[in-house]
Nanobody, 127 residues
Framework: QGQLVESGGGSVQAGGSLRLSCAGF????????MGWFRQTPGKERERVAT????????IYADSVKGRFTISQEKAKKTVYLQMDRLTPEDTAIYYC????????????????????WGRGTQVTVSS
C-alpha cells in the first residue's frame, strides 16, 4: 500500500515555509478522505490535516491551525500541504494517506482509518 508518493520535504529555518505534494492516487476509486500525518521518533503518528472529498471540508490539528493548509488539485490528482511559519516542533516525517473505506465511522482521523499510505518525506525545521 505504498502507492502514494510524497515530495517537497526538506530543511528550513524557523518561520519559513514548505509545500508538500502527494501524488499516485489516480488509480484509487471512491476516495472518501485524504490527508497528512506526521511522526517523530518514539511517538505515535498524528493527524495533521484531512480533506473530505465529498464536502470539501477540512480538519486540522490544533497545533497547525492557521499555519498549514491542505488542498487538492483534481486535474493533477495531487494533494498538497502548504506549511507556513514553521517551528522546530514541526520537525517530523510527514506521510500522505487516504481512505476509500465507505464505513461511516471511517473519517481519516486516525492512522488506522487510512488504507493507503506513502513512504513519507522528512521535514526538518531549525531554530
Amino acid at each position: 500500500q505504498g502507492q502514494l508518493v510524497e515530495s517537497g520535504g526538506g530543511s528550513v529555518q524557523a518561520g519559513g515555509s514548505l509545500r508538500l505534494s502527494c501524488a499516485g492516487f489516480g488509480g484509487i476509486v471512491s476516495i472518501k478522505c485524504m490527508g497528512w500525518f506526521r511522526q517523530t521518533p518514539g511517538k505515535e503518528r498524528e493527524r495533521v490535516a484531512t480533506l473530505y472529498t465529498g464536502s470539501g471540508g477540512t480538519i486540522y490539528a490544533d497545533s497547525v491551525k492557521g499555519r498549514f493548509t491542505i488542498s487538492q488539485e483534481k486535474a493533477k490528482k495531487t494533494v498538497y500541504l502548504q506549511m507556513d511559519r514553521l517551528t522546530p516542533e514541526d520537525t517530523a516525517i510527514y506521510y500522505c494517506a487516504l481512505s476509500n473505506n465507505p464505513a461511516a465511522h471511517i473519517q481519516c482521523s486516525s492512522a488506522a482509518d487510512n488504507n493507503y499510505w506513502g513512504r513519507g518525506t522528512q521535514v526538518t525545521v531549525s531554530s
